[in-house]
Nanobody, 122 residues
Framework: QVQLVESGGGLVQPGESLRLSCAAS????????MGWYRQAPGKQRLLVAA???????NYADSVKGRFTISRDNAKNTVYLLMDSLKPEDTAVYYC????????????????WGQGTQVTVSS
């Protein structure tokens, strides 16, 4: 069993930056692919970014060039640095852990955090 706890969400203005963190329990963190998904009100939960155990990363087209996913296996933590935020980035952001074949393809992982709210508004 893996527990995931997200932090770092908040209210920011358009063009500003925010960094999300997801801390994982357990000793197998380095073996999991990790992903960030987001869900806006009334919409589906969608993949934002994923990172494989070897740190290969992929991104949704809507965030390429603005968001960066990274992981620190020594701290059991995955990060999402979000630059140049737009109002359409407003959503609840979720962290997930699991196999790369599902995490990186939009199906999510075996474990999910509770989510953290990101609101981009002037």
């Amino acid at each position: 069993q893996v527990q995931l706890v997200e932090s770092g969400g908040g209210l920011v203005q358009p063009g500003e930056s925010l960094r999300l963190s997801c801390a994982a329990s357990g000793s197998a963190f380095r073996l999991y692919a990790m992903g960030w998904y987001r869900q806006a009100p009334g919409k589906q939960r969608l993949l934002v970014a994923a990172i494989a155990p070897n740190s290969d990363a992929n991104y949704a087209d809507s965030v390429k060039g603005r968001f960066t996913i990274s992981r620190d296996n020594a701290k059991n933590t995955v990060y999402l640095l979000m630059d140049s935020l737009k109002p359409e980035d407003t959503a609840v952001y979720y962290c997930t852990a699991g196999p790369i074949r599902t995490v990186a393809t939009g199906r999510g992982g075996d474990y999910w955090g509770q989510g953290t709210q990101v609101t981009v508004s002037s």
